[in-house]
C-alpha cells in the first residue's frame, strides 16, 4: 500500500560494525580515586511569554491536559450556553492573561509552582472562564494548528487505505503525529470538544456547529493583518 511505504522504513538487516570489547584491566592500586560528576547548571528550556505568537508543545500539553480534565470535571461549565465562543459577556480575558504570564514566568525560572500536583490544586481553584480562556489561548499558538493540516492528510488517507477499521484514529495518529506532545494535545482538544457536544442540549453547541468553529483552533490560520473582517472571511473559506 503506498501509504504504509511511505510511513515505514525498511531497517537495516545488521549493524556492519561489531561492537568492541574493551578489555579488562586490574586494580594493582590499592588506593581508590573518587570522581566528583560535574552537574551542569540547569537553563530554562522555553522563553513564551504573553506576548508569544507561538508556543512550544512540550511546556503546554500539561497544562491542557489538566485543564481539559477540570472542565470535563464540571457538569455545570459544560451545560453553559455557547461555552467556547469569543466574546462571551462572562469570559474573563484578565485572569486568563494573568494565569499564562504566572505560568510561563514559572517555566522560565524553573520553578514547580505550576508542574505537576501544583498546577493541579492551582487549576481547580481557577474559574471555568479563566480555564477556557488559557486553553483557547493556547490553542491558538499551538504552530500548525492543533491537529495541523499534515497530520489530518495523513490519517484520512491511512483510515481509507485501511478499510475505515475500527482504530484508525490510535493507530495513524500515532504515526502522522512528530511528536508525543502533540498527540497528547491532539487526543485531549477532541476529548473536551466530544465533552462539550455531549452537552449540546443545554449548552447549544452541536456537533456541527463546534466543528466549524473547532476548525479554527484544529488547523492553521494566516494573519494577512486585514483585520477581524478579513480573518473571519478566511476562516469561512
Not at 457538569?75 to 467556547?84: E, G, N, Q, R, S
Not at 522560565?108 to 490544586?121: I, N, S, V
Amino acid at each position: 500500500m503506498p501509504f504504509f511505504s511511505r510511513v515505514f522504513k525498511h531497517k537495516d538487516q545488521s549493524s556492519k560494525n561489531e561492537t568492541k570489547k574493551i578489555p579488562k584491566t586490574s586494580n594493582t592500586s590499592s588506593t581508590t580515586t573518587t570522581i566528583t560528576p560535574f552537574i551542569p547548571t540547569l537553563k530554562p528550556r522555553y522563553a513564551s511569554t504573553w506576548t508569544s505568537t507561538e508556543v512550544v508543545l512540550e511546556e503546554v500539553d500539561e497544562l491542557l491536559h489538566i485543564c481539559t480534565v477540570e472542565l470535563k470535571s464540571r457538569a455545570d461549565t459544560l451545560d453553559t450556553p455557547f461555552l467556547l465562543l469569543p466574546f462571551r459577556p462572562e469570559s474573563d480575558g484578565i485572569s486568563g492573561q494573568t494565569f499564562i504570564r504566572n505560568f510561563f514566568k514559572s517555566n522560565k525560572e524553573a520553578q514547580m509552582d505550576f508542574k505537576g500536583e501544583l498546577l493541579q490544586q492551582e487549576v481547580r481553584l481557577s474559574e471555568s472562564a479563566v480555564l477556557c480562556s488559557v486553553v483557547k489561548w493556547c490553542w491558538s499558538r499551538i504552530p500548525k494548528g492543533v491537529v495541523s493540516w499534515s497530520v489530518y492528510e495523513s490519517f484520512k488517507l491511512g483510515e481509507k487505505e485501511s478499510g475505515m477499521a475500527i482504530n484508525a484514529f490510535d493507530e495513524f495518529i500515532k504515526l502522522a503525529v512528530e511528536c508525543e506532545a502533540r498527540q497528547r494535545i491532539i487526543y485531549d482538544f477532541l476529548d473536551l470538544l466530544s465533552a462539550v457536544a455531549a452537552h449540546a442540549k443545554t449548552n447549544g453547541m452541536g456537533g456541527r456547529k463546534l466543528s466549524r468553529m473547532a476548525g479554527w483552533w484544529a488547523f492553521e490560520q494566516m494573519d494577512k493583518a486585514k483585520g477581524f473582517d478579513q480573518g473571519y472571511r478566511t476562516w469561512a473559506e
